[in-house]
């Protein structure tokens, strides 16, 4: 069985090379948003053109990015949202009521500290990890049926 797994949220840290890393071996197609943080936030000017005011020029890259957003989540059998400690991430939480909306599995990565605000977005997933090691976990027990030795 091959899951296809998407990676949503934070891009300022590397949770998702420590993923990846992790789960090596296993039979798993990771999939993820753009993240560059400049080629995300100026795709939409640089295909569709230069907009005067920074709403626009950032509601271009916003629905650009959605395209690929929507067929990454749309493709996957798990949806990783993390939520990182020093950036909120307000897409994340759109990515993950989405994934839950289309009935993917939805696993968020987030700190103890953010238990009681992301409570709703919390209650949508299958699972909450606050390690991406526990990630990686989840994802060897749901492929291989063995738990952490």
């Not at 509601?59 to 690929?68: L, S």
């Not at 696993?107 to 709703?120: A, D, F, N, W």
Request: contains cysteine; glycine residues 10%.
């Amino acid at each position: 069985m091959t899951l296809n797994v998407y990676l949503s949220g934070e891009i300022h840290t590397d949770w998702r090379e420590q993923i990846t890393e992790g789960a090596a071996g296993l039979d798993v197609v990771f999939k993820g948003p753009v993240t560059d943080h400049g080629a995300s936030d100026d795709c939409g000017v640089a295909i569709l053109g230069a907009e005067p005011g920074k709403y626009w020029h950032d509601h271009k890259g916003a629905m650009v990015n959605a395209i690929r957003t929507r067929k990454g989540i749309a493709d996957a059998d798990v949806v990783v949202v993390r939520f990182g400690e020093k950036y909120r991430q307000w897409n994340a939480a759109f990515d993950a009521g989405y994934a839950a909306a289309l009935g993917k599995s939805v696993i968020v990565l987030s700190p103890p500290e953010h238990q009681h605000p992301l409570k709703e977005v919390h209650a949508a997933a299958l699972a909450v990890a606050e390690e991406p090691r526990q990630v990686v976990e989840i994802l060897r027990y749901v492929l291989t049926g063995a738990l952490p030795g």
